[in-house]
């Protein structure tokens, strides 16, 4: 009796999983089994790393405000500043006042001048 072979589908499914895994290092871009526990690895990883990068960019323009603030003396600290840009509805968000604060110290100036009349 002859044998029937199984076809192609799980090879095709073993390749794309290959093609998900080709820039990994050892058995991990070689071996079925540990290519499907490093992609589930490097899916976790990326999910939970585009939050913490959106909260390490909010640290970064924070503290780069703070700075520009402070060595001026325009305020004596970054939460004054935001609450009077608030308190003079002012809305600018800390990227954009952040890129202002240091491609521009003289416009950050001008507005922080503002906030204070």
Avoid: P
Avoid at 29 to 50: C, E, G, M, P, Y
Avoid at 69 to 98: C, E, F
Wanted: aromatic fraction near 10%; hydrophobic fraction near 35%.
């Amino acid at each position: 009796m002859t044998r029937i072979k199984r076809g192609y589908i799980a090879r095709r499914r073993r390749t794309k999983i290959r093609l998900f895994a080709s820039s990994f290092r050892g058995a991990h871009s070689r071996l079925t089994r540990t290519i499907t526990q490093q992609k589930i690895r490097a899916l976790v990883s990326a999910h939970r790393d585009r939050d913490r990068q959106k909260r390490d960019f909010r640290r970064l323009w924070i503290t780069r405000i703070n700075a520009v603030s402070r060595d001026n003396k325009v305020y004596y600290s970054y939460s004054r500043l935001i609450h009077n840009l608030y308190k003079g509805q002012l809305l600018l968000n800390r990227k954009i006042l952040a890129q202002i604060a240091i491609l521009n110290r003289n416009c950050f100036y001008m507005i922080s001048n503002e906030i204070i009349k």
